[in-house]
């Protein structure tokens, strides 16, 4: 009777172990799937991050390029103006 109790307590056992190993492995392969899918999703993001920060700092630069542009602009009208006053000076004095 002790043989017989002990034989099926183990077949049980093993029976139950079996199940578990798959649901353990279609577990595992869930988790892996959802980590694959984190980790997509965080590539994306850092992705279209990159992107916005390439966007902005393009226009920021689009707009330094200008300003010293004008800057430029400024300083040579300044310097024709310097000419122009200086030359007056000159002129008046002979």
Known sequence: MK???LST???V???????SCRETEKKADDMGDAIENA????ADAMED??????DKTEGALEKA???ID???NEVKEAGKAVDGAAKEIV????
């Open 70 to 72: 004008n800057a430029t």
């Open 39 to 42: 980790a997509d999703d965080t």
């Open 49 to 54: 991050a990159a992107d916005d920060a390439a």
């Open 91 to 94: 002129g008046d004095d002979n």
């Open 65 to 67: 390029g200008k300003a």
């Open 9 to 11: 307590v183990l077949v």
């Open 13 to 19: 056992a093993l029976g139950l172990s079996f199940t």
């Open 3 to 5: 043989k017989l109790l």
